[in-house]
């Protein structure tokens, strides 16, 4: 067997970490390490920083970061920025037409484990957003409030209040 070898690729002969972001659903831009620093940042306090860049000075601060979904919003001088990042691995993916957003789409929601259903919050034909809350389930004597992997329209319930449900067992079905 032989060892590895890195394929010879453009993207890959490249080792400096690229990415892209995205601002306000609006500018992209391209962002690698720079080994020539040409800024300064200081921690004012947590998730508060001072910038200086080119003799100007910059206050941001870091409102929201979801590492999962790869946002970041960032108040700099008072103005807020959405901003998303990809990576060279998601820019790759988007290239071969494997987004990460065509695989949140979801079939259906399972019970992450056993319990007793206590409230449905949803109906058939409801539309539904990814971390919105869709039901109460008991388990372990504690009430837990399940959240949409993803979007979706409900195609049918499977459960009813009141019904005891075991792990992985379907409790929802999607468009």
């Given at each position: 067997?032989?060892?590895?070898?890195p394929l010879?690729?453009?993207?890959?002969?490249n080792?400096?970490?690229?990415?892209?972001?995205?601002?306000?659903?609006?500018?992209?831009?391209?962002i690698?390490?720079?080994?020539?620093?040409?800024?300064?940042?200081?921690?004012?306090?947590?998730?508060?920083?001072?910038?200086?860049?080119?003799?100007?000075?910059?206050?941001?601060?870091?409102v929201?970061?979801?590492?999962?979904?790869?946002?970041?919003?960032?108040?700099?001088?008072?103005?807020?920025?959405?901003?998303?990042?990809?990576?060279?691995?998601?820019?790759?993916?988007?290239?071969?037409?494997m987004?990460?957003?065509?695989?949140?789409?979801?079939?259906?929601?399972?019970?992450?484990?056993?319990?007793?259903?206590?409230?449905?919050?949803?109906?058939?034909?409801?539309e539904?957003k990814?971390g919105?809350?869709?039901?109460?389930?008991e388990?372990m004597?504690?009430e837990?409030?399940?959240?949409?992997?993803?979007?979706?329209?409900?195609?049918?319930?499977q459960?009813?209040?009141?019904?005891?449900v075991?792990?992985?067992?379907?409790?929802?079905?999607?468009?």
């Amino acid at each position: 067997m032989r060892p590895f070898a890195p394929l010879k690729r453009p993207f890959v002969t490249n080792h400096k970490k690229m990415y892209k972001a995205k601002i306000n659903q609006k500018k992209e831009i391209e962002i690698a390490p720079n080994p020539t620093k040409d800024w300064d940042i200081f921690e004012i306090k947590e998730n508060s920083f001072h910038i200086l860049q080119n003799n100007k000075s910059y206050k941001a601060e870091i409102v929201n970061a979801d590492i999962e979904e790869k946002t970041i919003t960032v108040k700099v001088n008072g103005n807020t920025y959405n901003i998303e990042v990809k990576d060279k691995m998601d820019l790759l993916l988007e290239k071969m037409g494997m987004s990460n957003q065509a695989s949140k789409k979801i079939k259906d929601i399972k019970a992450p484990m056993p319990g007793l259903v206590l409230e449905i919050k949803v109906a058939i034909g409801d539309e539904i957003k990814k971390g919105e809350s869709i039901l109460i389930l008991e388990a372990m004597k504690m009430e837990n409030s399940l959240k949409s992997p993803g979007d979706g329209i409900i195609k049918s319930i499977q459960i009813k209040k009141g019904e005891a449900v075991e792990k992985n067992q379907v409790l929802l079905v999607l468009e």
